[in-house]
């Protein structure tokens, strides 16, 4: 069974949860899933000019502490997120053993 959208709580690991929490959030209020489906232009999420990743960072509460990285990858994630679903992208998460986390 999937986890209503949002509800990241089957992530055991949480700073993965909280990170995803969070960029999910300022994906919504910037109203950029649309956007974040294609590639980001320039040099990946880091260094884009985008005007949605703009939006979306000035959207961020930022509980994590990100680095560029962990903002790329956060990013990154959301991006499968937007283009596979959401049932899809929480399916490891629900059918994983209680001793492993996909994240």
């Known amino acids: ?25 300022a994906i919504t209020k910037a109203e950029a899933w649309e956007a974040m489906k294609k590639e980001p232009t320039g040099a990946g999420f880091m260094f884009s000019p985008d005007t949605h990743i703009d939006r979306i960072r000035a959207h961020l509460v930022d509980r994590v502490g990100h680095s560029g990285a962990s903002m790329g990858c956060t990013l990154r994630a959301m991006q499968h997120l937007a283009r596979v679903g959401w049932a899809t992208f929480m399916a490891p998460y629900s059918t994983a053993s209680p001793d492993s986390d996909p994240a």
């Not at 993965?16 to 959030?25: L, P, Q």
């Open 1 to 25: 069974m999937t986890s209503p959208e949002g509800d990241f709580s089957a992530i055991r690991d949480q700073m993965t949860r909280t990170a995803y929490e969070d960029m999910y959030a």
